[in-house]
C-alpha cells in the first residue's frame, strides 16, 4: 500500500471547470512535489514545498494552484485548463528536498482528462 | 546542469532471462545521489534504489543488482531471471545535494518480459 494517497484517482473536467487535487502522506516527510507525466515520458517537476512554503515553481501556467495546508497536505487547484493538460499528475514525498533528503515516494496518481 | 540518459527505450525480454538497463548522468556536482524507480501499468512510481556518490559499492538485492561506475558515469541495473512481473517502465534519477535541488529523471526504459 501506498503511503503517499492522492485522490481522485481519475478526474475529467471541461475548460471552464475548477477542480482540486489531493494528496495526502503521514510520514512526517517536510518535502512534497508535484509532478506532471504525460504519455511515454517521465515526471516533470512542477512544484516543490519545503516546510510548508513554497521554494519551486517550474514555470508552470498560473492555471495550476498548488496549496500546502499543513505539512501533511498538498492541493493543486485546477481552472480553466486546456485539453493539453490531459495528464497522470502524481504527488510524491521526501524527508526533505535535495538528495540527501531521501528518496520520494510516490502516490498512484490522479489520471486527469480535459474535454 | 543533471542530465540522465537511458539510451535503450524498449526492451523485450522471454521470462527467465537476464536484462540490463543502462543509465548514464551527468553532473557538475561531488555530491550526489543516484535513484532507481518502478513504473507498472497502474501508475505509481516505485523506488528501487538510493545510491550516494561516495559509495561505489554494487548492490544486489534478491534477482535484482546495481552497478555504480562512476569512472563511466554510469548506474545500470540487472535483473536476473526475469519474471512477467517485471514488466515496466523503470527510471533512472539524479539528484544533487544542494537544498532545493529537484529530482531530474532519465526518459525510461520500458521492459516487457513475455511468457
Known amino acids: 500500500d501506498t503511503e503517499v494517497t492522492q485522490t481522485p484517482k481519475h478526474l475529467v473536467m471541461g475548460m471552464t471547470n475548477k477542480k482540486s487535487l489531493k494528496c495526502e502522506q503521514h510520514m512526517g516527510h517536510r518535502a512534497m512535489y508535484w509532478y506532471k507525466q504525460k504519455a511515454k515520458k517521465p515526471p516533470e517537476l512542477m512544484f516543490v514545498?519545503?516546510?510548508?512554503?513554497?521554494?519551486i515553481n517550474e514555470s508552470v501556467p498560473s492555471r495550476f494552484s498548488p496549496e500546502c495546508p499543513n505539512s501533511s497536505l498538498l492541493n493543486l487547484h485546477l481552472h480553466a485548463l486546456q485539453p493539453e493538460d490531459s495528464a497522470l499528475y502524481l504527488c510524491?514525498?521526501?524527508?526533505?528536498?535535495?538528495?540527501?533528503?531521501?528518496?520520494?515516494?510516490f502516490g498512484e496518481g490522479s489520471r486527469l482528462t480535459v474535454l | 546542469a543533471q542530465k540522465v540518459t537511458q539510451a535503450q527505450t524498449e526492451i523485450s525480454v522471454v521470462e527467465k532471462e537476464d536484462v540490463t538497463l543502462d543509465c548514464v548522468y551527468e553532473t557538475r556536482d561531488t555530491t550526489y545521489y543516484l535513484f532507481w524507480y518502478k513504473q507498472p501499468p497502474s501508475g505509481e512510481l516505485v523506488f528501487l534504489i538510493r545510491r550516494n556518490s561516495f559509495d561505489e559499492q554494487n548492490e544486489i538485492s534478491g534477482r535484482y543488482s546495481w552497478n555504480f561506475q562512476k569512472s563511466t558515469s554510469s548506474f545500470n541495473f540487472t535483473i536476473t531471471a526475469s519474471q512477467v512481473v517485471d514488466s515496466a517502465v523503470y527510471f533512472c534519477a539524479l539528484s544533487e545535494s544542494n537544498y532545493g535541488q529537484n529530482f531530474v529523471f532519465g526518459p525510461g526504459t520500458r521492459l516487457s518480459v513475455l511468457p
Open positions: 514545498y519545503s516546510y510548508e512554503k513554497l521554494s
Open positions: 510524491a514525498s521526501s524527508q526533505r528536498t535535495g538528495g540527501s533528503g531521501g528518496e520520494l515516494f
